[in-house]
Each structure stands twice: as structure tokens, then as C-alpha cells.
């Protein structure tokens, strides 16, 4: 196989692989990526494939056209404590249960809410994209659900999240947050991501101070 049906193979995989994705703006960077090797590709056949570097090269700027958009949009956040018990909470968890159950695989809604967790909805805009799921031990706050649903994945909801939610368990006296059954790997990176650290004496485990 030579180098150039490689870029050509390598362009229709990123391309596809866009098309796979949820979040919006990782999308539009593979999309990118892979219309421009697709460009390439095209440029680079003997003689130049012109309607495929004209197609991909105007793909390419229809998506920075849109990646400059969303860099540029002001979002709004914020949060909104809800009861346990609300028929709209009860209606999200089993709409993304089977999500849900991926990185948070002991959980379960039917039996946990009969216990009154408390629940906080983070609202981006109007829209309800996360649900944060905890319960108060002592001065730990364990996390039993820190959902995002997949079309705003971008790890702004959880900056927000985290640095509002710190000032108001700070002022109430807390002094970590503990994640326990962390097995899936995407979750894990998400946790490290915001200064979680693995249990030494339970791997299962990770936690941080508020």
C-alpha cells in the first residue's frame, strides 16, 4: 500500500469517525482534521482530484467557520437543587439509565432514592445537561452520580460544578468529595482530571479535598 492511498484511507476514517461522535465540538475538530487530509489526499493524485480538494477544502472552512462560533459563544450555568422525589428526576435517570450504568455500574436509582439523596440539576442555558448525586457523611460529600449527558461532554459543566459546589460544602464545614466503584477507565480520566486521586488501600476508590 503506498503513502498516499494510506492519507486517503487515514482522511475517510477521521471523517467517519466524526460522524460518530455526540459532543458538537469534537466533531467539528476530527471533521476538520479529516477534511483536510481528505484535501491533501485529493491534491496530491496524479493528475489533482480538483472536486475533492474544492469539496473538502470548503468542509474545512465550514468548520472552522463553526468551531470559531462555539469558542466565541457566551454559556450560561447554573445550578439547580431539586428533591430526590420530582417526577423530572425520576424521568431523566431512566432515560440515560443505561448510560449512567457505564460509569457508575453499583448505582441504582429505584433503590437509592428511597434513601433522599440530595440532587442538583446543572443547567447550561435552558437546558438540564448534568445531574450531581450525593449524600453527606460526617464532613465527606460522597458522590453517587456526577452525569453529564453526552452532547456537553466538554468538562465545562464540571469546572462550573466543582468551583460552585466547593464554596458551598467549604462554608458548610466539608472537606472532601468520595467517588466510590470507579472501575471505567473514561470516568476515571475525568475524575483525575479534576484533581481526584485513587485510595491507596481501596483502588476502588478516589477522592479529594474540597
Given at each position: 500500500m503506498s503513502v498516499l492511498e494510506i492519507v486517503g484511507y487515514a482522511s475517510s476514517v477521521l471523517i467517519a469517525i466524526s460522524l460518530?461522535?455526540?459532543?458538537?465540538?469534537?466533531?467539528?475538530?476530527?471533521?476538520?482534521?479529516?477534511?483536510?487530509?481528505?484535501?491533501?489526499?485529493?491534491?496530491?493524485?496524479?493528475?489533482?482530484?480538483?472536486?475533492v480538494v474544492c469539496v473538502n477544502g470548503l468542509i474545512a472552512c465550514t468548520n472552522l467557520y463553526f468551531l470559531y462560533k462555539i469558542s466565541r459563544r457566551k454559556e450560561y450555568f447554573r445550578t439547580?437543587?431539586?428533591?430526590a422525589g420530582a417526577p423530572f428526576v425520576t424521568h431523566f435517570m431512566r432515560f440515560y439509565a443505561e448510560?449512567?450504568?457505564?460509569?457508575?455500574?453499583?448505582?441504582?436509582w429505584e433503590k437509592e432514592r428511597r434513601n433522599d439523596p440530595s440532587c442538583?440539576?446543572?443547567?447550561?442555558?435552558?437546558?438540564?445537561?448534568?445531574?450531581?448525586?450525593?449524600q453527606v457523611k460526617q464532613k465527606s460529600i460522597v458522590v453517587l452520580v456526577d452525569y453529564v449527558v453526552p452532547e456537553y461532554r466538554d468538562m465545562k459543566n464540571?469546572?462550573?460544578?466543582?468551583?460552585?459546589?466547593?464554596?458551598?460544602?467549604?462554608y458548610k464545614g466539608k472537606t472532601e468529595y468520595i467517588v466510590e466503584h470507579v472501575y471505567n477507565i473514561q470516568h476515571c480520566k475525568y475524575l483525575r482530571a479534576h484533581g481526584f486521586k485513587r485510595d491507596p488501600k481501596r483502588p476502588e476508590i478516589m477522592h479529594r479535598s474540597i
Open positions: 460518530m461522535m455526540s459532543n458538537h465540538f469534537k466533531l467539528r475538530i476530527i471533521n476538520f482534521v479529516g477534511s483536510v487530509v481528505f484535501a491533501i489526499y485529493g491534491a496530491l493524485l496524479t493528475p489533482p482530484a480538483l472536486p439547580f437543587p431539586i428533591v448510560d449512567i450504568k457505564k460509569f457508575f455500574p453499583k448505582f441504582e442538583i440539576f446543572l443547567l447550561r442555558g435552558a437546558n438540564p445537561t448534568g445531574i450531581f448525586i450525593y464540571a469546572d462550573f460544578l466543582y468551583t460552585v459546589l466547593s464554596d458551598i460544602f467549604l
